[in-house]
C-alpha cells in the first residue's frame, strides 16, 4: 500500500487473499514432505523410543526397595551438623604475632635437630722418618774401650732410632752429651766411682748437659733406644761413661742444618 494513496477494499482483501493463499502452499510443502520422507513410520526411531522406554524400566527397577529419606530424615542428618561443635586448631593464624613466635620455635627445633656440619680437620704436619743409627763398640781385640765409625752426622732436630750394640767383653754405655760437655760429663762419671747407687744408675750422671743415653750393655748384648736431635747445629760428643772409659771410648755426633 502506499502511503500517499488510499486503497480501495477490494485492493486489501486481494492482498489478504494472496498472503493465505502462500502460508497455505508453504504448509503444504512441509507436509508433502514429511510423508515423502517417511519419518513417521521410521523404523530407527521406533528402535529409540523402546531404548529409551528399557531405560527407564532399568532405573526404576534399580531403585526398587532403595530407602528414600523423609522430612525426617532430612531433618535429623542436617541437625547431626549443627551438633558437632567446630574444631579448634592449635596451629596460630599467619599474620598474628603468635604465629611469629610459633614460627622462631619450629626454626630452633630444625635447628636444633639437624646434625651439625663437621669443621674441617687440621692437617698435622707429617713427621718425618726416624734416622736408624747403628752405634757397635769395639769387640776385637777385647776391651779396647773404643766406638765403630765414631763420627756420625744427622740432620737437626730428627727423629733417632739408635740400636747400640756391645760385642766386647767389658760393660758399655751410651750417653750423649751437649756441645762442649764431654769433659764435664766425663768428670761426673769418674765421680761415681764413690756412689753405692750407681750401678743402679746405670752409671749415667745426672745432669741437664746429658741429652740421651743407654742402660749398661753387657757383653754380646745390645739396646734400642729413641730420642730428638736438638735443632741447633754443632759436634755433640757422645762418650761411655763407665768409669775411666769415656776418656778412649768417645766419638761425635755432627748435627747439621
Same mark, same amino acid.
Given at each position: 500500500m502506499s502511503?500517499?494513496?488510499?486503497?480501495? #477494499?477490494?485492493?486489501?482483501?486481494?492482498?489478504?487473499?494472496?498472503?493465505?493463499?502462500?502460508?497455505? &502452499?508453504f504448509g503444504l510443502v512441509a507436509w508433502i514432505g514429511? @510423508?515423502?520422507?517417511?519419518?513417521?513410520?521410521?523404523?530407527?526411531?521406533? @528402535?529409540?523410543?523402546?531404548?529409551?522406554?528399557?531405560?527407564?524400566?532399568?532405573?526404576?527397577?534399580?531403585? +526398587?526397595? &532403595?530407602v528414600i529419606p523423609n522430612n525426617s530424615d532430612l531433618e535429623k542428618f542436617a541437625n547431626t551438623f549443627l551438633d558437632q561443635k567446630a574444631k579448634v586448631t592449635k596451629k596460630p593464624v599467619p599474620g598474628t604475632e603468635a604465629f611469629n613466635e610459633w614460627m622462631? +620455635?619450629?626454626?630452633?627445633?630444625?635447628?636444633?635437630?639437624?646434625p651439625k656440619a663437621e669443621e674441617p680437620k687440621e692437617e698435622k704436619p707429617k713427621e718425618e722418618a726416624a734416622v736408624k743409627l747403628t752405634l757397635k763398640a769395639v769387640g776385637n781385640p777385647p776391651g779396647t774401650m773404643k766406638?765403630?765409625?765414631?763420627?756420625?752426622?744427622? @740432620?737437626?732436630?730428627?727423629?733417632?732410632i739408635l740400636t747400640f750394640e756391645n760385642p766386647d767383653v767389658l760393660q758399655h754405655n751410651f750417653v750423649l752429651t751437649k756441645i762442649g760437655k764431654k769433659d764435664a760429663v766425663g768428670a761426673l762419671a769418674d765421680a761415681m766411682l764413690t756412689d753405692p747407687e750407681a750401678l743402679k744408675k746405670?752409671?749415667?750422671? +745426672?745432669?741437664?748437659?746429658?741429652?740421651?743415653?743407654t742402660k749398661l750393655v753387657n757383653p754380646t748384648q745390645s739396646e734400642v733406644i729413641e730420642f730428638t736431635?736438638?735443632?741447633?747445629?754443632?759436634?755433640? #760428643?757422645?762418650?761411655?761413661?763407665? #768409669?775411666?772409659?769415656?776418656?778412649?771410648?768417645?766419638?761425635?755426633?755432627?748435627?747439621? @742444618?
Open positions: 502511503n500517499t494513496v488510499d486503497s480501495s #477494499p477490494l485492493q486489501r482483501l486481494g492482498i489478504f487473499l494472496l498472503g493465505l493463499i502462500a502460508f497455505a &502452499a514429511f @510423508k515423502v520422507s517417511g519419518a513417521d513410520n521410521d523404523s530407527n526411531y521406533a @528402535k529409540q523410543s523402546q531404548d529409551r522406554i528399557a531405560k527407564v524400566m532399568a532405573s526404576d527397577k534399580a531403585q +526398587e526397595g &532403595a622462631k +620455635e619450629q626454626a630452633a627445633k630444625q635447628a636444633a635437630n639437624t766406638f765403630e765409625n765414631a763420627d756420625i752426622s744427622v @740432620k737437626a732436630g730428627s727423629k733417632v746405670q752409671y749415667v750422671p +745426672e745432669s741437664d748437659d746429658v741429652i740421651a743415653s736431635l736438638p735443632d741447633e747445629p754443632g759436634d755433640y #760428643p757422645y762418650i761411655c761413661t763407665f #768409669p775411666g772409659h769415656w776418656r778412649l771410648m768417645n766419638g761425635i755426633l755432627k748435627v747439621t @742444618k
